[in-house]
């Protein structure tokens, strides 16, 4: 089975600074697909970028970034120029191309915070 | 386009008694998936539905049970509640379901139905 492991419970960043958030993951397949999730206070979970194990260039999207160490089995969010908007819960996610349909394998969640 | 809808957003129950939420999915999407968010156990896959049929399953108990209809709506069932059932409980769809990655398989969440059981 997989598994994903988010070993910061909280972090904080000023606003305007950088932040990176770390994800290790466990698995035996060659194929699967790897997310970052935003959950607000709202509780509505965000897609905020993916990353396809295949692909050695690492997923951008504006102001997020990811570093994915494949024989490392890593998979961190660099949040440049961070906004107050981003504090929230960030979830690292799997999801296995081969056997498991659109099921998601969470991390334990990373408390963002952003100070003025 | 209308977002994941989930009904109802809050419910409170006692223990012994029974539930069922509702999800709507995004109109065209066929697949839904079921998950539940507690503090202590964080998010858990519960189980997936696409076109009708039950694709994928978690560990949960029997207790827990879904089904999905038609229109692509899916329902969740838990009988006999037990305080540990308390939690947010998501779902999400998607156009499709598996394979490679695409907007046709692309998660979106919808806003939790939060579950109180005393």
């Known amino acids: 089975a997989q598994t994903v492991t988010q070993s910061q419970p909280e972090m904080s960043v000023q606003e305007a600074e950088t932040v990176t958030l770390s994800c290790t993951y466990d698995?035996?397949?060659?194929?699967?697909?790897l997310f970052w999730y935003k959950q607000p206070p709202s509780r509505q979970m965000i897609l905020v970028i993916r990353?396809?194990?295949?692909?050695?260039q690492n997923a951008t999207e504006n102001r997020f970034s990811v570093n994915f160490q494949k024989a490392a089995k890593s998979f961190s969010l660099k949040i440049s120029d961070s906004q107050l908007g981003d504090a929230a819960m960030y979830f690292c996610?799997?999801?296995?191309?081969?056997?498991?349909?659109?099921?998601?394998?969470f991390g334990e969640g990373t408390q963002l915070t952003v100070n003025p | 386009k209308a977002g994941v809808t989930q009904t109802p957003r809050y419910l409170i129950k006692t223990r012994g008694q029974q539930v069922t939420l509702s999800c709507s999915p995004i109109?065209?999407?066929?697949?839904v998936s079921w998950y539940q968010q507690t503090p202590g156990q964080g998010l858990q896959f519960l189980f997936e539905?696409?076109?009708?049929?039950?694709?994928n399953k978690g560990n949960f108990p029997g207790r827990f049970s879904g089904r999905q209809f038609s229109n692509s709506r899916s329902e969740m069932n838990v009988s006999t509640l037990e305080l540990g059932d308390s939690a947010l409980y998501l779902c999400?769809?998607?156009?499709?379901?598996?394979?490679?990655?695409?907007?046709?398989?692309?998660?979106?969440f919808g806003p939790g139905t939060r579950l109180t059981v005393l």
């Open positions: 698995t035996s397949e060659s194929d699967y697909y």
């Open positions: 999400a769809s998607s156009l499709g379901t598996g394979g490679s990655l695409s907007s046709y398989n692309e998660q979106f």
């Open positions: 996610a799997y999801r296995s191309e081969e056997t498991s349909g659109s099921r998601l394998t």
């Open positions: 109109s065209g999407h066929r697949s």
């Open positions: 990353q396809e194990a295949y692909k050695q």
């Open positions: 539905y696409f076109s009708e049929t039950q694709r």
